[in-house]
């Protein structure tokens, strides 16, 4: 496995399509063999087809990558989750420690995101679909809601995705998922293309600690990325694509659409 580096002051943001149809027997008997028991029992629950590759090809990526960072074989990783059943790693050794990862998928792309020593939170949503509104009023503020409402129909499903990839990465980069009610926290856009974040009280946060990017990988999909501040300011976000196994990888460039001040 080609070993990458990675500086304190980086993200590195993967991307990998699920295709339609996969019948590449070898590469699937070859992910299989990466999967931890528990892994494979969860592969064969799922029913249909498209959904068992997208799991496969999800884990698998994730193994492989962190190989890529630490010296560790696929197979050899290992996990355990959090209270609130965000897994991270419980390898021993000390380059394995230092790695966190985050990872979301829509029906036909898988983002993941990898930094150092600091939490990180990625959402990735197929926005070609029609978005939900009607389920805006139960998950967003009331601030939220009510400024969604306001835009021209036409505008409103982007601001949608918006609203739902920035809130998702911040409860995955948090590490604590729906336990944090969606509606006590709000984003706000201005002209610059900036976004900010606000807490209502009794959450038991600082908008201060997080920083926030929004990227538009292609034409159908929505990535938004949280991560956690540091001392050093100075981020890079580098984009990679990925193919099944890592058997061969590559740079692109993923368009920013927005991000937080100071990012």
Known sequence: MQQLQIDSHQVHLWHLYVPEQDDDATCEEKGMALLAPEERERHGRFHF????????????????????YAPIAPQDWQFENNAYGRPRIANALPQAQRLRFN????????????????????DVEHTARAAPLEIAENFFSAREAKELQQLPVGLQPSRFWDLWTLKESYIKARGMGLSL??????????DANRVAI??????????????????QPDNAHAVA?????????DVQILCRKATPLLASFGEFQGTVTRRSAGS
């Open 49 to 68: 087809a498209r959904d068992r590759r997208r799991y496969l090809m999800t884990r698998g990526l994730i193994r492989s990558l962190l190989s890529c």
């Open 103 to 122: 990872i979301s998928h829509s029906a036909s792309l898988i983002v993941a995101a990898l930094t150092v020593e600091r939490e990180v939170g990625v």
């Open 181 to 190: 009610p969606l509606d006590r926290f709000s984003f706000s856009f201005d």
């Open 198 to 215: 606000d807490f209502e009280d009794g959450l038991e946060d600082s908008a201060a600690r997080w920083q926030f990017w929004q990227l």
């Open 225 to 233: 990325l949280c991560l956690e501040r540091t001392q050093s300011q």
